[in-house]
């Protein structure tokens, strides 16, 4: 079966065949290789760039073929040993499909390059306003060599402390009333008694009434006092007491 033979570019033999198989629409498991093969024979007739190099490729594939055909055509023996021969096209199929697998990943690829030299890239433009920002509070400076977790173990010591206080047995009596405390009167309060003693002991603020809400809002407040730079956090040495300055200008 003649074909119209339309002449076109391809990277090598192995790209024919892989042309022709798609353009019959067959399975590459299972190639009609006369018809693949007079195909085959029928483009590299007609090609008109005579390099050898290039042309000896061609017909290496074009014998290989032949090859295959001659093999298909003959008649089989009737024995048991036919049932395990191996198809003459197995090595061909195999190859095909390798080429198959790194042609479509090349296109793969290329069309990622594209893609890439699409993609623009732009300076950083940040206004000076930006840049030049000073937070106005230097959090290191400011807790020095204080840590969350050696607050948090004063603080439990402190908690620890007032459960011991508690009788078991006649803490359950009597009745149960709300503590009205909140953090932004308490911050206040805080603020107030670190202007009036100037330097203290964050044990000793703790300490000063009864009661977890108390505690926890004290807390609290010290912490965003803190932040906000009005109390500063000094401990003379590892693991030793913290002490609390007023750090806020005196009028």
């Known amino acids: 079966m003649a074909i119209p033979v339309k002449l076109e570019v391809f990277e090598g033999p192995l790209d ?3 042309h022709l198989i798609e353009k019959n629409k067959v399975d590459i ?3 009609p290789i006369v018809l693949i093969t007079e195909q085959y024979l029928e483009y590299v007739s007609a090609m008109q760039k005579r390099d050898m190099d290039v042309m000896s490729e061609f017909l290496v594939m074009a014998a290989t073929l032949l090859r295959i055909k001659s093999k298909m055509l ?10 395990d021969e191996e198809d003459p096209r197995q090595e061909l199929v195999e190859r095909l499909l390798e080429y198959k697998l790194y042609k479509y990943a090349s296109f793969e690829l290329k069309d990622r390059q594209v893609d890439a030299g699409k993609v623009f890239y732009k300076e950083p433009t ?47 009596f009597g009745e149960i009333e709300k503590e009205d405390i909140n953090i932004e009167d308490q911050m206040i309060h805080v603020e107030e008694y670190a202007m009036l003693h100037g330097r203290f002991s964050f044990r000793q603020l703790l300490e000063e009434k009864k009661g977890k809400s108390y505690l926890i809002v004290t807390f ?18 590892l693991f030793g007491d913290i002490e609390i300055e007023y750090h806020k200008e005196r009028k």
């Open 74 to 83: 003959l008649p089989k023996e009737d024995s048991d040993e036919d049932e």
């Open 29 to 31: 498991y299972d190639i």
């Open 126 to 172: 940040i206004p000076d306003e930006v840049k030049n920002y000073d937070e106005g509070v230097d959090y290191d400076e400011l807790l020095g060599e204080v840590t969350l977790s050696r607050l948090q173990e004063i603080f439990d010591m402190v908690m620890q402390k007032q459960e011991d206080k508690i009788d078991p047995i006649r803490s359950k």
């Open 16 to 18: 024919l065949l892989l």
């Open 220 to 237: 609290m407040s010290v912490l965003e006092l803190m932040k906000t730079g009005v109390l500063k956090i000094v401990q003379e040495s």
